[in-house]
């Protein structure tokens, strides 16, 4: 069985956003760390800290973010099924995002208490 992994818990708290596919890069997000985008042929989706976001914009608030801790090597398989699959197994929905060192996973700000005791009750270690 692999090894579970060490998560920390992101100060911050995000929004996830959607912006039109045509929409050109937002000047407000030329210095924000972490924040992650995506662009596809209908869509430009950002995920930032949320305090960071223009008021004039609708987004879904209040998530948290666990980072898992350390790099992974790019070829790691199996990783965003071992995040997922305890957080599903116990009702919980999440949002992943992996970039080419890290894999992310944000839940609702009111379900991080459960999250992180399931992390916790399978194996994994949580940093607060």
């Known amino acids: ?21 045509a929409h050109p890069f937002p000047d407000w997000l030329a210095d924000v760390s972490p924040c992650f ?4 042929e209908d869509e430009f989706s950002v995920i930032c800290p949320e305090n960071v976001i223009p008021p ?17 090597a790019f ?3 199996g990783v965003a099924a071992r ?15 992996s970039t080419h060192d890290r894999d992310y996973v944000l839940v609702a700000e009111k379900d991080l208490p459960k999250a992180t005791a399931v992390y916790v009750s399978t194996g994994f270690t949580v940093i607060k």
């Open 37 to 40: 985008v995506a662009r596809t």
């Open 1 to 21: 069985m692999p090894s579970m992994f060490t998560l920390k818990l992101l100060p911050e708290r995000f929004g996830i956003l959607k912006l039109p596919a």
């Open 56 to 72: 004039e914009l609708q987004y879904s608030g209040g998530w948290r973010c666990l980072r898992v801790h350390g790099d992974l």
């Open 83 to 97: 995040l997922s699959r305890p957080l599903a197994d116990a009702g919980l929905s999440i949002f992943v995002v």
């Open 75 to 77: 070829d790691e398989v």
